[in-house]
């Protein structure tokens, strides 16, 4: 099966670093959001229509981060998604930000679809579980 990476760039702005002018490790969480609903963006599908015209919104359950090197200010990122499970009612996406070849964060997260009224769990919609099913 090819795997399929969606990327998005991201500049690294000063209010995403320290003092030092590093990126703070919090704000990589920030590129790794902004990613994945580029991706969805990207397969015709904006998370404020979903909650008001499907009733779901999207949540992060849980997180794995590994950081391996900084990123700093005014540096070009590049931001991964890849959807590598797709169940019912949740995703897992592995993502990278990547320098150039440089690896600087990997992560491996858990989505839950959920109810925007009840905040319960509900299934993706189907047209939607067939298209992130077929990235990857």
Request: aromatic share 10%.
């Amino acid at each position: 099966m090819t795997q399929k990476k969606f990327i998005w760039p991201v500049r690294v702005y000063y209010e995403d670093t320290d003092a030092g002018g590093v990126v703070f490790y919090a704000n990589y969480l920030k590129f790794f959001e902004r990613a994945r609903t580029e991706m969805l963006r990207a397969m015709g599908h904006e998370q404020d229509e979903l909650i008001a015209k499907v009733g779901i919104i999207f949540v992060v359950r849980s997180v794995q981060v590994d950081y391996l090197k900084s990123a700093r200010f005014n540096e070009l990122l590049q931001v991964s998604a890849e959807v590598t499970e797709a169940k019912k009612a949740s995703l897992l996406f592995t993502q990278q930000i990547t320098r150039g070849d440089d690896v600087l964060c990997t992560s491996i997260i858990r989505i839950a679809c959920l109810d925007a009224k009840t905040m319960r769990p509900k299934a993706i919609p189907e047209n939607l579980l067939e298209l992130l099913k077929n990235e990857h």
